[in-house]
C-alpha cells in the first residue's frame, strides 16, 4: 500500500474546514480550534511533500503515518459532533469541549516526536535509492515507534494496544457477519454499487419484517468502503411507525448544513451546496414522512431508505430476500448448536424440517433455534408439531414469520414470556429503562446492587414488538390482559369505545396519542389495571377522567415524546390513587404542590426526567413529607432548569435513594442533607456545575453508596468523609480531585473505588488499612474512543 492511501479524502484539509467553521461559530471552542488549525497547517506541507511523492514506504513508516490519519479523521468526526451539538444541552457541550482540547493534546504530543521528519527523510532516501542506509533508518525509526507507542491519548491507552484491538474488532465483526449467510455480502455490494454509480439521490432496501433490512443497512454504515465514499459523512436514523418529523428533520438539519441544531430548519425548496453525505433512515413506513425527511436539496448528498414497503423507485430498491435453504440450515444451527452445520449424532431430517417451517426468515431462524440449544431430539419434536399447527391460512411471510415465533414462545418460563409481551406497551424504536419494564423491574436480582434501574436499558427489535402485540390483542377487547395501542393515533380506538358499556379487565394498559383534551377521552372502567402507561406528544395534556375509575392503579407512566416539555391538567384525579407505588413523569412541568395536594400515601418512587421542576418543592411552607410519606426513591435526571436543589427535599425522611443525574445547572446541595437518615445511595453523577458536597453528606449514617462520577468542577470530598461507617462504594471518575481526605482511612466497610487512573494512588494509604478494598482505576482501553463517544 503506497503512503497517499492513509490520505485518501484530504482528510487534514476537511478538518481544516470543520475547524474553522468551529472557529467562526461555536465561541465555546474558539480557542482550542484556533491552536488546532495552527498546528494543522503547520505540518500541511510536510504531509503533501509525503503524500505526492510516489515513494512506497514500509509497513511500519506507514503505521505511523496511519496513526497521524486515525487522529484526523477521529477529530473529524469530534467537529461534526461539535457543530450539531444542542446548545441546550450544557453537559454535552462540557464532553465535547473537553474532547476537544485532548485532540489538541495528542497532535501536540505526537508532533513532539520527529516521526514526520524522520518519514519525509526516508523519502528522500528511498528516491536517491540509498539501499546500503536503510537498515541504520530502520533502526532509527523503530526507536521512534517505541517512543511513539508509548504516548497516551486522551486519558489514556496506548497507541500500539489501541492498534492491535482495532485488528481484534475487525475480526470480530467479520465472524458476526457470516452468521447471515452471503446473502447479506450480495445485498451490500448491489446497494453499494447504486449508491456510488449516483451522485446523490433517494434509494431503498425493501422487505418484509425480519428479513434482514435493518442488519443490511447497519453493516453499510459501517462498511469501509461506504466510509471512504462519504469520508465518514454517515448519519442513521431510526424513524418509526409513529416518528416526530420535526425532531427528525431538525437533525438531519444539523448534519447536512453543518449548523447547531435548534436553528430554524429551512423550507422544503431551500438550496445549498455541500460535500458528499450519507443519510440512512430505517423503519421508514410512509410516503408522507419520507417527503418530508427527504425535502432538503443538498447535493452530493444520498438517502438511503429502509422500509417494509418499497417507497423509493423501483429500479433504485434493493428487495431484501429470505435466505436459501443451505444459509438457513446454517444460520439455524448455528444458533441452536453454537455451529454452522448439524453436530454428529442428532438427526438431519429433524434439524431441516424444524429450519424449514421458519421459512428463510433470519428473525424466525434465530428466534427459534436459540429457543432449542441444549434441548433434546423429543422436545425438538413437539416443538415441530406446534410450528406445523401454528401455520395459518394467510400464507403471507408476515403471519407465517409471527405464527413461527408465537409458537416458540412455548418454551419460554412464565416470568420471560410476560416480560417479553409487557414491551408491547412502549412505543417502537425505543429503549426502554429497566424501571418501566414491568415484569422485570420486580425482581430485586438484577442489576448490580448499586445499578440504578433507570440506566439499564433494554430495545426490541420491531418484528419482536408485533409479535407481542399479535399475542396481547387476540381475543374481545374487554377480555384482554394488555389493552395497548400499536401506534400513535389522534384519538382513542373506536373499538375501545364501542365496548366502554362493559367493564375492562385489563392490567396493563397502553395509550399512544398527540395532545388531549377533555372531550376526546370516554368512559372507561379499568377495575383490575395496574399499570397505565401514556405516551403522547403535544406541549399540553389533559390526564384521562377514567384514571379514578383504577382503583388497583399501583404504576403510572407519563411521556411526551414532543419537543418541549408538556403542560398536564387535571392533576385532581391524583385524589383516588390510594394505591399508587410508582410514578414516572417524562418532558413535562412538574405541577407545583401545597398543603391542598392530595398526598400519595403509597408513593414509593417517583422519577423526574426531563421535567421542567420550575418550583414545584420550593413552596413556603408545604409539608412535601406529608404528601409524599413513604416516598424511598427520587430520581431526577436531566432537568436543566434545577440549579439548587430544594431544601424541602430533606424533609423526605423515608428516603433510601436519591439520584440527581445530569443536571448542567446543579450547583448547590442544601445544608440540612443530614436529614435523610434513611438515605443508602447518593447519586450526583454528571452535574458539571456542582463544586463542593456540604460537610452534612457525613452525618448520613446509613450510606452505602456515593456516585459523583462526570462532576468535572468537584475538587475534594468532605474532610470528615471517614464517619459514613457504612459506606461501601464511592464512584468519583472525571473529577479533578488533586488529593482525599485523611479521615478517609477510616472508612471501614469500603469495598470498592471507582476513579481515574491518574488519582488511583491517592486511596493506596486506605487500601493498607481497609482490608478487601478494590481500587479500579476507570481507564479506557482505547487510545482513540474517547473521540467516538
Known amino acids: 500500500m503506497a503512503v497517499t492511501d492513509f490520505f485518501a479524502g484530504e482528510i487534514a484539509t476537511e478538518l481544516l474546514k470543520q475547524l474553522f467553521l468551529i472557529s467562526a461559530k461555536a465561541w465555546k471552542y474558539k480557542s482550542t480550534a484556533d491552536k488546532l488549525i495552527a498546528l494543522i497547517e503547520d505540518i500541511q506541507p510536510t504531509i503533501k511533500e509525503i503524500q505526492y511523492s510516489g515513494v512506497e514506504l514500509p509497513a511500519h513508516r506507514q503505521a505511523q503515518i496511519g496513526m497521524l490519519f486515525d487522529t484526523f479523521e477521529k477529530g473529524k468526526k469530534l467537529t461534526e459532533k461539535v457543530l450539531s451539538a444542542r446548545r441546550w444541552n450544557m453537559f454535552r457541550q462540557l464532553t465535547l469541549a473537553r474532547k476537544m482540547e485532548k485532540l489538541e493534546k495528542t497532535i501536540t504530543n505526537f508532533l513532539k516526536a520527529p516521526i514526520l521528519a524522520h518519514i519525509l527523510a526516508d523519502v528522500h532516501r528511498l528516491r536517491a535509492d540509498s539501499e546500503e542506509r536503510l537498515d541504520r533508518v530502520d533502526r532509527s525509526l523503530e526507536r521512534v515507534i517505541q517512543q511513539v ?282 429503549k426502554i429503562p429497566l424501571d418501566n419494564l414491568l415484569t422485570l423491574g420486580k ?20 418484528v419482536l414488538r408485533d409479535l407481542a402485540l399479535h399475542i396481547s390483542n387476540v381475543g374481545k377487547v374487554n377480555r384482554r390482559k394488555r389493552l395497548l395501542m400499536p401506534k400513535r393515533e389522534l384519538e382513542l380506538p373506536r373499538e375501545w369505545e364501542r365496548n366502554n358499556d362493559e367493564r375492562y379487565i385489563a392490567q396493563i394498559v397502553s395509550i399512544h396519542t398527540g395532545e388531549m383534551n377533555e372531550m376526546q377521552w370516554f368512559d372507561m372502567e379499568f377495575p383490575k389495571a395496574e399499570i397505565l402507561i401514556l405516551n403522547f406528544s403535544s406541549d399540553k395534556y389533559v390526564l384521562p377522567p377514567f384514571i379514578t375509575k383504577m382503583p388497583q392503579l399501583r404504576v403510572l407512566v407519563i411521556i411526551n415524546n414532543g419537543m418541549s416539555p408538556a403542560v398536564l391538567h387535571d392533576f385532581s384525579i391524583f385524589a383516588n390513587l390510594s394505591k399508587l407505588r410508582s410514578l414516572w413523569l417524562e418532558r413535562v412541568h412538574v405541577p407545583e404542590l401545597s398543603n391542598s395536594t392530595n398526598p400519595l400515601k403509597n408513593l414509593h418512587k417517583m422519577s ?118 457504612k459506606l461501601e462504594k464511592i464512584d468519583m471518575r472525571e473529577c479533578c480531585f488533586s488529593g482525599r481526605p485523611s479521615s478517609a482511612v477510616s472508612l471501614k466497610s469500603l469495598r470498592h473505588v471507582i476513579c481515574d487512573t491518574d488519582v488511583a494512588f491517592m486511596w493506596d494509604e486506605v487500601k493498607k488499612v481497609v482490608p478487601g478494598l478494590k481500587i479500579e482505576a476507570a481507564e479506557k482501553c482505547f487510545s482513540l474512543d474517547w473521540l467516538d463517544e
Open 149 to 430: 507507542g508509548s504516548m497516551k491519548i486522551g486519558g489514556g491507552g496506548m497507541i500500539t494496544e489501541a492498534m492491535k484491538r482495532a485488528e481484534a474488532m475487525e475480526i470480530e465483526t467479520n465472524d458476526d457477519l457470516e452468521k447471515f449467510g452471503v446473502g447479506l455480502e450480495l445485498g451490500k455490494i448491489k446497494v453499494k454499487k447504486m449508491i456510488f454509480e449516483a451522485q446523490g439521490g433517494v434509494f431503498g432496501i425493501s422487505g418484509m419484517g425480519g428479513v434482514g433490512k435493518t442488519t443490511l443497512a447497519r453493516e453499510l454504515e459501517r462498511d469501509h468502503e461506504v466510509r471512504c465514499h462519504f469520508e465518514n459523512r454517515i448519519l442513521f436514523l431510526t424513524v418509526s411507525q409513529s416518528p416526530l418529523l420535526e425532531e427528525l428533520r431538525e437533525h438531519i438539519w444539523g448534519f447536512l448544513s453543518g449548523c447547531e441544531a435548534g436553528n430554524p430548519v429551512p423550507d422544503c425548496n431551500f438550496q445549498f451546496e455541500g460535500t458528499r453525505k450519507l443519510v440512512i433512515l430505517d423503519d421508514v413506513w410512509t410516503t408522507q414522512a419520507l417527503d418530508r425527511l427527504t425535502s432538503f436539496k443538498f447535493p452530493g448528498c444520498t438517502t438511503l431508505v429502509v422500509s417494509r414497503s418499497k417507497l423509493t423507485e423501483p429500479k433504485f430498491t434493493y428487495d431484501v430476500e429470505v435466505l436459501s435453504e443451505d444459509e438457513a440450515i446454517s444460520l439455524f444451527c448455528l444458533c441452536a448448536f453454537g455451529q454452522k452445520s448439524v453436530p454428529p449424532g442428532f438427526c438431519n431430517d429433524l434439524v431441516k424440517q424444524v429450519a424449514n417451517e421458519c421459512k428463510g426468515l433470519p428473525l424466525a431462524l434465530k428466534v427459534t433455534g436459540a429457543s432449542l440449544n441444549d434441548k433434546p431430539e423429543k422436545y425438538w419434536e413437539g416443538v415441530l408439531q406446534r410450528l406445523s399447527r401454528g401455520e395459518p391460512a394467510d400464507d403471507s411471510h408476515e403471519s407465517r414469520l409471527l405464527n413461527q415465533m408465537e409458537a416458540s414462545l412455548e418454551n419460554l418460563d412464565q416470568t420471560t414470556k410476560d416480560c417479553f409481551l409487557d414491551l408491547g406497551a412502549f412505543p417502537e424504536d425505543r
Open 443 to 462: 425482581d430485586p436480582r438484577l442489576g448490580s446492587l448499586y445499578a440504578s434501574h433507570y440506566d439499564i436499558f433494554v430495545t426490541q427489535h420491531d
Open 608 to 725: 423526574l426526567i426531563l421535567c421542567k421542576i420550575n418550583k414545584s418543592f420550593d413552596q413556603t411552607g408545604v409539608d412535601v413529607a406529608n404528601i409524599f410519606p413513604k416516598l424511598g426513591d427520587l430520581t431526577i435526571d436531566h432537568c436543566d432548569d434545577l440549579v439548587a436543589l430544594p431544601s424541602s427535599i430533606c424533609g423526605l425522611t423515608s428516603l433510601s435513594c436519591l439520584s440527581i443525574t445530569n443536571c448542567p445547572r446543579l450547583g448547590e446541595l442544601p445544608k440540612n442533607l443530614s436529614k435523610l437518615q434513611a438515605l443508602e445511595i447518593l447519586r450526583l453523577y454528571a452535574c458539571p456545575e456542582l463544586k463542593t458536597l456540604p460537610g452534612e453528606i457525613c452525618e448520613l449514617p446509613g450510606l452505602k453508596y456515593l456516585d459523583i462520577s462526570q462532576c468535572v468542577s468537584l475538587s475534594c470530598l468532605p474532610e470528615e468523609i471517614g464517619k459514613l461507617k
